[in-house]
Structure formats: structure tokens, C-alpha cells
């Protein structure tokens, strides 16, 4: 997030005042969102336009065996799952509008579980989960479908698993950047243990922010219980794009100062 810092001369009358323009960077933070299985990216358009409005470059995107590619769904698995995830990041990375030292990701549930496998795999400074789903490490090719087939699948999810045992928790653990964890009070799918499980993974994190949505189920059905999610998402991520720039900024003033106190030019 390279925040520029250029001399200027101004004229007044027949003289010549200096100045100094400080000024973002001309490429933006990017926000890459992640729906859950059996959504889409129709469901991250609403909270995308939010989030642009803050001053970032959004991009919602369906994952194979959804919507066009439906006929996928009985076959998909996660490593194909993963590879779309990561296929999207390169594209909107390489965008340049987009800057890929700030790029954000938001998972919803399986989009969740699959973002922190993308840490692992691509940079990732900032990683909002909302009702993260989590999965046994076996069966790792197999359809996606067929991981629900495992009746203690839903045991799995009310363990304490420890960060060593699991590959998305082990991904967890090595993520540096700010995390953002969002639960649903009253989710019967990805139960509290579950939130618990990534939470104390998340040891080797800059910060973690967690918050329980009160009323919410799984897919948050209602309305209030969406805007509300919607608020906390735009809030931490505002919050952590506004104190990426002052850090920057504060940075270059910082040089500046040392700079003319040492008699030296000063620069951009």
C-alpha cells in the first residue's frame, strides 16, 4: 500500500511557497469474496457494493458445481474448489487497479474453509470468515458431496481439534494478517466448537476479531441478522484499511522529517 509522498512548489505573486502532497496509492485494496456450497456469487453482491463504497475493488465469483457449471455438483471436489479459489485470486491480483500487497478475502462456511487454504497458497493480508466450515483431512479428492456421507461428520464439528490435525487449521496457524471471525448464534451446521477450533488456531495472527451475530441460523435467513453481519464486515474492514494507510502514511512523514532534519532532499 504505497502512499506517496511529493514535493510541490507553489507560486504566489513572483515568489515560490513549498508544499508537500501526500496521497493514496493509485492502485486499491482488494476484496475477494467466497460464497458457501450451495450459493452463489449473487449472494456477496450486496455486501460487495458496501464494501466498494469504502474504497476498494470487490470480485464475487461462482465456484465450479454452481449456478453455470450446476451440472458439477454431484462431482466437484475440493481441490477443484480450491483451484477456482485460486485461479480467481491470480486474475484479480494481477488487476491494475488492484493493489495485490492489500488484497482481503471473505468466506461464507465451505468458501470459508477454503479461504484459509488460500492463505497457504497466495499472500493474504486480511481474512474474514463467517461461519467457516471445517472437514476431515481424508478423502481429500473425493466429492465434495460425499464428505457429508460420513456419519461423524457432525461429532467432527463438536471436537476440540487441535491445530497440528487438521490441514485448514494448520493453515490457521500460519496466517499472519488480521482475521475477522463471525459466528451465527444459533448455527446448527458449523456449531460454536467449530468457531472455537480456528479461533485458537489463529495464534500466529496480527489481530483477531470475533463476533456472534445474536438470532442468526447458518445461512442467515433474515434480514436484520444480514445487515448485521453486513455492518461488522464493513466496519473491521474499513477499520483495517483506514489504519493500513495512516500506518503508511505516518511512515513517510516520519522519513520526511528524519530527511530534512539530516539536510538531505527530500523525496517521493
Avoid at 206 to 230: C, N
Avoid at 233 to 238: E, K, P, S, T, V
Wanted: neutral net charge; proline residues 6%; glycine residues 8%.
Amino acid at each position: 500500500m504505497e502512499i506517496r509522498l511529493d514535493p510541490v512548489d507553489i507560486r504566489v505573486d513572483d515568489e515560490v511557497v513549498r508544499g508537500t502532497v501526500l496521497s493514496p496509492p493509485p492502485a486499491l485494496p482488494g476484496v475477494l469474496f467466497v460464497h458457501g456450497w450451495g450459493g452463489s456469487q449473487d449472494h456477496d453482491l450486496g455486501r460487495a457494493r458496501r464494501i466498494a463504497g469504502i474504497g476498494c475493488v470487490c470480485l464475487t465469483f461462482d465456484l465450479r458445481g454452481h449456478e453455470e457449471t450446476a451440472a458439477q455438483w454431484e462431482t466437484v471436489s475440493r481441490p477443484q474448489n480450491l483451484a477456482d479459489l485460486v485461479a480467481a485470486y491470480d486474475w484479480f491480483a494481477a488487476r491494475p487497479d488492484v493493489d495485490a500487497s492489500a488484497i482481503a478475502v471473505v468466506g461464507i462456511s465451505y468458501g470459508g474453509y477454503l479461504s484459509t487454504l488460500l492463505t497457504g497458497l497466495r499472500p493474504v493480508r486480511w481474512l474474514a470468515l463467517r461461519s467457516p466450515a471445517i472437514y476431515k483431512d481424508e478423502g481429500w479428492e473425493l466429492p465434495k458431496r460425499q464428505l457429508h456421507a460420513d456419519p461423524d461428520l457432525p461429532a467432527f464439528r463438536r471436537r476440540r481439534v487441535p491445530w497440528q490435525e487438521n490441514r485448514a487449521l494448520r493453515a490457521c496457524h500460519d496466517f499472519q494478517g488480521d482475521v475477522l471471525l463471525v459466528e451465527a448464534e444459533h448455527d446448527q451446521t458449523v456449531p460454536h466448537m467449530v468457531g472455537e477450533n480456528y479461533a485458537a488456531a489463529f495464534s500466529s495472527a496480527r489481530s483477531l476479531t470475533k463476533r456472534r451475530i445474536a438470532g442468526a441460523d447458518h445461512a442467515f435467513s433474515g434480514k436484520p441478522e444480514q445487515q448485521a453481519y453486513t455492518e461488522v464486515l464493513a466496519g473491521w474492514l474499513g477499520e483495517m484499511v483506514r489504519a493500513a494507510r495512516e500506518r503508511e502514511a505516518g511512515q513517510k512523514v516520519a522519513e520526511r522529517k528524519q530527511a530534512r532534519r539530516a539536510g538531505a532532499p527530500a523525496g517521493g
